[in-house]
C-alpha cells in the first residue's frame, strides 16, 4: 500500500486515485481528492502552524480525593445500610452494597470486596475488590486462605457444609495483620 507524500514545489491539489493508497500526507497542500468507487470525496487539508512557547504555569491544586491503600482495586458505592468497616459486601443493585453471607446462595456471585471503613446507610463506602489490605486488630494465619462466613464476616475456619449455602476465598492472609485480596470463584454445596 503506497503511501503518497508532497513536497513543497508539488502542485497545490493533489489526487488519489489508487484503492489501495494507505494514507497521504501532504505539506503545504490546500486539498487531498479522493477517488473512491463512489462519488468522489474532498478533503481540506490544514495549513494553519502552531507554535509552542514554553511551558504554563501550573493550575491551580483539585480537590483531596478520598484515601486509598497502596495498589488494588478500590471503589465506591452507596451503603444500602449500616455497614462495619472490613466486612465483606455484595451488590445490591443501583450502585449500592450490603453484607454478603455464606449462608445465602444468591450471594455467592454477587461479591464485590471489602468494606476499608464503616458507613451509615446512603453513604459512600470505599470497597477494596484486590490488592492488600492491613488492619492492625486482624490476627491471621499467615499465608492461609481467608474465606466469606456469616453478616460479612471473615475468618480462616471454612464455612461448614451444613450451615454455609456456598464456600468463598476471599483471599489469603499475608501477615497476622494483612491480607491479600483475590476473591475466587464460589463453591456451592448441594442440598
Known amino acids: 500500500m503506497p503511501v503518497i507524500v508532497s513536497k513543497a514545489q508539488a502542485p497545490r491539489v493533489v489526487v488519489v486515485s489508487r484503492r489501495a493508497t494507505a494514507g497521504v500526507a501532504v505539506k503545504d497542500t490546500a ?18 502552524a502552531v507554535a509552542v512557547v514554553g511551558k504554563g504555569a501550573q493550575g491551580p491544586e483539585g480537590p483531596v480525593g478520598p484515601p486509598g491503600p497502596a495498589g488494588g482495586d478500590v471503589f465506591v458505592r452507596q451503603a444500602d445500610g449500616a455497614l462495619g468497616g472490613h466486612r465483606v459486601v455484595r451488590s445490591t443493585g443501583q450502585g449500592a452494597a450490603g453484607y454478603a453471607d455464606a449462608q445465602v446462595a444468591e ?45 460479612g464476616a471473615m475468618t480462616q475456619v471454612p464455612p461448614a457444609v451444613d450451615s454455609a449455602a456456598f464456600l468463598l476465598v476471599l483471599g489469603f492472609a499475608t501477615s497476622a495483620t494483612s491480607m491479600q485480596v483475590r476473591i475466587e470463584t464460589p463453591i456451592y454445596f448441594e442440598d
Not at 486539498?31 to 494553519?48: H, K, L, M, S
Open 107 to 151: 450471594h455467592g456471585d454477587d461479591v464485590l470486596g471489602i468494606t476499608l471503613g464503616a458507613a451509615v446507610a446512603g453513604d459512600e463506602v470505599q470497597i477494596q475488590g484486590s490488592g492488600e489490605i492491613v488492619e492492625p486488630s486482624w490476627a491471621w494465619q499467615p499465608q492461609e486462605p481467608i474465606f466469606l462466613g456469616a453478616h
Open 31 to 48: 486539498a487531498v481528492i479522493v477517488d473512491r468507487p463512489a462519488p468522489v470525496a474532498a478533503v481540506r487539508a490544514d495549513t494553519r
